[in-house]
């Protein structure tokens, strides 16, 4: 159906509601879904009892609500709060959400799995035994904040603020934490966004000097996906609904992946390349618009950096976009379709098929890479670098259709306070070496503390399970247990984890029903804001009750993480001495501590256009509009903001460089959109950079240092790498001609839809559904082997190998092997989790480490009956021990595809057999870590980084500076 049909069916469903006297219930996803609840009715919603059937039994429900938790798209979830017991029932769709538009996926409604789970962590637990040894104890919240604040005081105020480290893994909000961090004046923000979406972000921030795409997919005419994005991916449940409504317009929809995914099951077009080969073929796609003139010339000349490219790289040539025209049509040409099928193994007339639905996209080109190739394979960034090179050359950027930058369609509200830059550096997350990394290399910190780089006195890992998620798990319990090296370890977490089991305490934090944060994320061309809140505060707030801590409705002593930092900082400085207490202070009564409801109250109605007046309309303040409809539609169509004309008044003085940067030395605007931009160095005269002279008019442009695409990227050829300075073809690790014989990919990265990494294992909804990750292996790969579905292989890395059952298909392409990422979760003793953690025997000498499994999962008696109905024992295999680091030289991006072998389980193999050898894991370390061009070396200005390159927490500018 096109829009305009659709359009038509809402108009007339409306007319038939109203019709009936009945209020018509569009909400933000405009399309009248009888299923949601109306907004008027959220205070006392009236529902059959399903369990009562087949009586007739009312129950009477207060509808709360939040954010949802379980990935990065921060879906809108509507809890459903009894009235009668004040617990909540269930939690589906928020339709007054403009990114989820009342849609969730299985993880969402899942929620309420976590927060009923009877394993999970009530109260805080500090350790008894050694580190590991499995003994806790439960002491009290005054006690754990007592202990950690005073250490982080006296890191503070002997001067080792590079000592206390936070380490998130899902942040799920925006920026309180960082201001945190911030206020301590320490450079202790590490992520894990290195073993994530690296890859990607370093290709977009060359680009645009913005690290994401926001692809308008609803509008498109060709969506082209490297990733399985319809089940997985960042946004992908918002994404996939705007996918789906974009073919329901007649767009096509091509998928690259190597695997027969659910995305690739909907797709028009679905190619199965070699892995790592995906920016040849885009190179191939880009080289035939190139050639046959297909491109925007008037795009490419306004808006690619072209000149610089010329004034760099042929100084001899006249600069005229003529030439700079001749020279492109050399610079691909070997990239035929001939040559990118020899490369990825999909036939040239297939390439060549795609190549032109590309081309017929013009600028409704919606195209994203996130995880995926861009993840997996040495050089991955190029993919998202050449992918992004199609939608520059045809102008699909920031077009209807086209792929927008992110901060385009995303919003970050200015908070109560911005504490200022800290001015150290860690070098413990930031090693000289990878100056150009996106973000910190946190999964090496077990090597760099290894090479006694520096050790950590405080340690939080925040909704973070290294041991579990990174690779190379085996170093980083070596790490943790060295207490030399990490003095107090205290892991944040709603949930049991792997890493966990090696901390000092376990504070429980709450799942996404139990806490406050606020997002906005680039879902569609608009923005909004969410907000996460606690529903059980909020349903007993709008009875009159008064919450003054979020441990009043949590279970147990299950805390928020915005009171806690707050409590926290207050110990740290009682009486203010350090200068850190006053970003956690009320304005409202100085001297009082902040309190959550200030901290938002003061956002909504200061920072978020718009909402205070909405929020006037149904007489409510601000605040009370976000916790009754927890989402906020800020405005629609952005469109292309760097086309917008630079207003006179902020332009004073101002200087214009040889390729059209402009200067200013007006202040800049006060705005209440704070999206972390990246900072284009000053002009000599200390003047910002303001916009990018095009045609004559001063344009807004991206955040890059020349305001223009950066076809060319300066940053990489000063910075030691002119090589990749455009859009190539770096090949992967795995490449044909780096592995050895008998050496295969395994492609290790995917995730299952219905997983989240740590925090599905107490989500018994999820877990029934999903519970194992088999290799998947071709029938003619498992033909050789002589393997059939169900027997075990034994698959070889370089630091060791896994045992796993086989899954014969023809859902991967031939000479690969897949595995999902999602599964092998395993407990030592007894506490922790039990629906999805084996219980497992771990034995040590020296680097060499082995693990077997003891026994699966087994039904048991809990308060939840269906813990007795568990019916499965597998819960797969944990592969990512088996993997060494591979970091990225240039993105810094852990490269997950493995080259390994696979063999037949042998007579002494059994499930779930695990050995790794460390001094090898790190011998691997050591000859990536040779393939870096460090800062000391190739720094073109003495500093450790582009100062322009978006950076967390990013510390004043001298901190910048090598030391002599
Ligand atoms: S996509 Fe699913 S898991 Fe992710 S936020 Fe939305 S409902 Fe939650």
């Not at 108009?11 to 038939?16: C, F, I, L, N």
């Not at 009715?41 to 949802?68: F, G, H, I, N, Q």
């Not at 005081?153 to 380490?167: L, P, S």
């Not at 205070?612 to 927890?630: Q, S």
């Amino acid at each position: 159906m096109d829009i305009k049909n659709l359009n038509r069916r809402v108009t007339a469903a409306r007319r038939e509601v109203e019709a009936r006297g009945e209020t018509f219930y569009p909400g933000p996803s405009r399309i009248h879904l009888a299923a949601f609840p109306p907004k008027e009715r959220w205070d006392d919603w009236v529902e059959l009892d399903s369990k009562a059937w087949p009586d007739r039994v009312e129950k009477r429900y207060m509808l709360v609500p939040t954010t949802c938790f379980n990935c990065e798209s921060a879906c809108g979830l509507l809890a459903y709060i009894d009235r009668d017991t004040l617990q909540v029932r269930k939690l589906e769709g928020n339709p007054e959400h403009p990114g989820s538009r009342g849609r969730n996926c299985a993880k969402g409604p899942a929620t309420h799995n976590q927060i009923t789970d009877p394993d999970r962590i009530l109260y805080p637990l500090k350790r008894a035994g050694k580190r590991g040894e499995g003994k806790w104890t439960r002491v009290g919240w005054d006690e754990a904040l007592d202990d950690i604040a005073g250490r982080i005081r006296r890191a503070i105020q002997d001067g080792r603020k590079t000592e206390v480290m936070y380490h998130v893994g899902r942040p799920g909000e925006d920026g309180f934490t960082e201001r945190v961090l911030a206020a301590w004046g320490v450079d202790g923000h590490n992520s894990h966004t290195n073993i994530c979406s690296s890859g990607a972000r370093a290709g977009y921030h060359f680009w645009m000097g913005l690290d994401r795409p926001s692809p308008d997919h609803a509008n498109a005419d060709v969506i082209l996906l490297i990733s399985a994005h319809l089940e997985s991916g960042h946004y992908f449940n918002p994404h996939a609904q705007r996918i789906i409504d974009g073919k329901q317009r007649g767009a096509k929809l091509i998928v690259f992946d190597t695997r027969l995914s659910n995305t690739a099951t909907h797709a028009d077009h679905w190619i199965a390349p070699y892995p790592g080969s995906e920016a040849a073929i885009l190179l191939a796609i880009a080289n035939d618009l190139i050639q046959r003139d297909g491109y925007n010339r008037d795009f490419v000349r306004r808006w690619w950096n072209w000149q610089e490219y010329l004034t760099h790289e042929h100084p001899a040539v006249e600069p005229t976009f003529e030439q700079f025209e001749r020279i492109l049509k050399t610079l691909y040409r070997e990239f035929t379709f001939e040559f990118a099928a020899r490369e990825s193994g999909v036939d040239a007339s297939v390439l060549e098929e795609i190549a032109r639905l590309v081309a017929s996209a013009g600028t409704r080109l919606a195209t994203h890479n996130w995880r995926s190739a861009g993840s997996g394979n040495l050089g991955g960034w190029q993919v998202a670098r050449t992918l992004f090179l199609l939608n520059a050359l045809l102008g699909a950027v920031a077009t209807p259709g086209g792929t927008f930058p992110n901060a385009w369609n995303k919003f970050v509200p200015r908070p109560i306070y911005m504490p200022p830059h800290p001015p150290v550096w860690n070098e413990l997350a930031w090693p000289a070496e990878f100056p150009l990394g996106i973000f910190e290399m946190s999964f090496l910190l077990p090597h760099l503390l290894k090479q006694d780089r520096g050790r950590i006195d405080v340690y939080f890992t925040r909704v973070y399970n290294p041991v579990w998620t990174n690779p190379d798990g085996f170093s980083w319990i070596e790490a943790l247990t060295d207490e030399q090296k990490i003095g107090l370890h205290i892991a944040l977490t709603p949930t049991w984890s792997e890493t966990a089991y090696f901390a000092d305490y376990i504070l429980p934090m709450g799942h996404g029903s139990e806490r406050h944060d606020l997002h906005s994320y680039e879902q569609y061309d608009g923005e909004w804001i969410g907000f996460r809140q606690p529903v059980l505060r909020a349903a007993r707030e709008r009875l009159g009750e008064r919450i003054t801590d979020t441990r009043q409705v949590n279970p147990g002593e299950v805390w928020e993480e915005n009171e806690f930092w707050v409590e926290l900082s207050w110990r740290i400085d009682p009486d203010g001495s350090l200068g850190i207490r006053r970003y956690f202070e009320s304005k409202q009564q100085p001297g009082q501590k902040l309190s959550i409801d200030e901290y938002y109250g003061y956002i909504f109605e200061h920072s978020v256009p718009g909402l205070p007046e909405k929020a006037a309309v149904e007489g409510l303040t601000p605040l009370a509009y976000m916790r009754r409809y927890g989402a906020f539609e800020i405005r629609q169509g952005v469109g292309a903001l760097h086309e917008e004309e630079v207003p006179a008044g902020e332009l004073q003085e101002v200087s214009i460089d040889a390729f059209g940067r402009t200067y200013t030395a007006a202040p800049a605007q006060a705005s209440p959109n704070i999206v972390p931009q990246p900072a284009p160095e000053p002009d000599a005269q200390g003047r910002r950079p303001v916009g990018v002279q095009i045609d004559g008019k001063i344009l807004r442009g991206f955040p890059t240092p020349t305001g223009r695409l950066e076809f060319y990227s300066t940053t990489l050829a000063q910075w030691g790498w002119p090589e990749y300075a455009l859009p190539v073809y770096i090949k992967s690790h795995i490449h044909p001609d780096h592995l050895e014989p008998g050496q295969i990919p395994l492609i290790s990265t995917f995730r299952l839809p219905v997983q989240i990494h740590t925090r599905s294992a107490n989500a018994k909804w999820l877990d029934e559904i999903a519970h194992t990750n088999p290799l998947w292996i071709h029938t003619i790969d498992a033909a050789r082997l002589g393997v059939r579905t169900g027997e075990l292989v034994r698959v070889e890395t370089e630091i060791g190998y896994f045992v796993v059952k086989a899954w014969v298909t023809e859902g991967i392409r031939p000479g690969v092997v897949a595995c999902s990422h999602h599964m092998g979760r395993w407990k030592l003793a007894d506490a922790g989790q039990r629906q999805m953690m084996a219980t497992v025997g771990l034995q040590r000498d020296g680097g060499d480490w082995r693990m077997h499994r003891e026994r699966g999962v087994e039904p048991y008696d809990s308060s939840d009956p269906d813990t007795a109905r568990i019916w499965w024992k597998d819960v797969g295999v944990h592969q990512n021990l088996t993997f060494p680091v591979h970091p990225d030289p240039i993105s810094g991006m852990h490269c997950w595809h493995q080259a390994v072998r696979v063999r037949k389980a042998g007579p002494t193999d059994r499930y779930g057999d695990i050995a790794v050898d460390t001094e090898k894991a790190h011998a691997v370390y050591l000859k990536w870590l040779s393939q870096t061009r460090p800062a000391t070396h190739y720094s073109p200005d003495r500093r450790r980084r582009p100062y322009w390159m978006m950076r967390p927490l990013r510390p004043t500018k001298e901190a910048y500076a090598l030391p002599r």
